[in-house]
């Protein structure tokens, strides 16, 4: 199953990829690091809630099919001390 977390991986290693980009092309002296920083700087600030939602969408569907203990995993979920593929798994 895929879930929320996939996606949240998915995001996390794209703001990374472009702080990367955003290095090598200081480096070169390629002009595009304003463009990229900018970029990287409107998805570091939706990367928490989208984040967060997808978290809590994730628990709301554990929850739904009774594989979190309540409300303990649940808000280490949130936390992200857990991920939500533990639960489907067992």
């Known amino acids: 199953m895929l ?3 996939h996606f949240i ?9 472009l702080y ?4 090598i092309s ?4 390629v ?3 304003n463009m990229i920083r900018l970029i990287r700087d409107r998805l570091g600030m939706a990367l928490p809630d989208v984040v967060n939602g997808l978290r809590i969408d994730d628990v709301l569907e554990a929850h739904k099919k009774g594989l979190l ?4 995993d649940g808000k280490a979920i ?5 991920s939500i ?3 489907f798994k067992k």
């Open 3 to 5: 879930t929320n977390t």
């Open 9 to 17: 991986k998915d995001l996390e290693l794209v703001e990374g990829a």
């Open 20 to 23: 990367d980009l955003e290095k």
């Open 26 to 29: 200081q480096l070169e002296g």
């Open 31 to 33: 002009d595009l690091t």
């Open 69 to 72: 203990n309540w409300p303990e």
């Open 78 to 82: 949130l936390k992200g001390e857990k």
């Open 85 to 87: 593929e533990e639960f």
